[in-house]
């Protein structure tokens, strides 16, 4: 320090006032500001200001998806279906067509009505499908069936359920037996579930009724079959509702409240226009998907 001051004074006296070097302020100012920087940044990149203006979001983000997770599983739980089962062919109903003959001709035509309604749901909401008739002994039953296996074979994610509860029959069609059904599992708090069969090799599955309900009314309003139907939408892309027949059952209207819309399927030579128009007249034109005309004769 002595020989600095020296310096100092000898410029004084030979009249060069002394003066500090700019490039020495700019850069202590530089090295000032670095460690500014890194102090605030851990040295790492992070701000920490920003860092800890956003981190209560960032948990309370984490903590929402961590409560969705759980609320996801929860919900698989109880709709997870609670078992499997291999359809032996020998004891399904001969009008099965696409379960039976893939080269049929009936078979195809099951195919095509499988393509059309993926397409229309592709355009507007059609989870929800009842399919109708005007009167027993239409072909209903098979049909929903039928469909079921071929959008099934179209990769879609099917669930058909036997709302017919004055002749519930899908199980009788396919050869089977249930130890829980959809009523069981309604009227004894029971998860959705344990009611649900998942069908081999076909890849769609079944809510079935093991046998006749005396007030169906009273299930169709309850809450518990709409939290239901809630709970089991999002594992699929369509759930058919086998309908019981419009002329002749009251509850049909309850489940079109259930349901985004509506195949009216009609036999060939049976079913006239009169009980067509009656059929129909609950429905909103918007409601009515379409018809399926079964039994025709192609030669006519």
Not at 86 to 99: E, K
């Amino acid at each position: 320090m002595g020989k600095v001051y020296e310096a100092l004074k000898k410029a004084e006296v030979d009249g060069n006032p002394a003066t500090w070097s700019s490039v020495g302020v700019e850069v202590a100012a530089a090295g000032a500001a670095k460690a500014k920087e890194k102090a605030r940044t851990n040295g790492n990149g992070v701000d920490f200001i920003d860092y800890s203006l956003n981190a209560a979001d960032a948990m309370e983000i984490e903590r929402q998806n961590l409560e969705m997770a759980a609320a996801q599983a929860a919900r698989k739980s109880k709709v997870t279906p609670s078992r499997e089962v291999s359809i032996d062919t020998s004891c399904i109903a001969s009008q099965l067509f696409s379960f039976l003959n893939l080269n049929s001709d009936a078979a195809e035509e099951y195919n095509k009505l499988a393509i059309k309604l993926i397409t229309t749901a592709g355009e507007r909401p059609l989870k929800r499908i009842l399919v109708a008739s005007a009167q027993h002994g239409e072909g209903r039953t098979s049909i929903i069936l039928n469909l079921a296996c071929s959008l099934a074979r179209a990769q879609s994610r099917v669930l058909v359920l036997d709302t017919d509860l004055h002749r519930p029959s899908l199980l009788r069609l396919l050869g089977l037996s249930a130890e829980v059904g959809l009523t069981d599992a309604l009227q004894n708090g029971l998860s959705a579930g344990s009611a649900v069969i998942r069908i081999k090799p076909y890849g769609f599955d079944l809510l079935p009724t093991r046998e006749q309900v005396k007030n169906p009314a009273e299930l169709f309003s309850s809450i518990s079959f709409t939290q239901m139907l809630e709970l089991l939408e999002p594992d699929y892309d369509f759930i058919l509702f086998d309908s019981p027949p419009l002329l002749t059952v009251a509850d049909s209207g309850l489940l079109i409240r259930h349901t985004h819309s509506t195949v009216l399927v009609i036999r060939s030579g049976k079913t006239t226009s009169g009980q067509i128009g009656k059929a129909i007249a609950p429905f909103a034109p918007e409601k009515i998907l379409g018809v399926v005309l079964n039994r025709a004769d192609r030669a006519a």
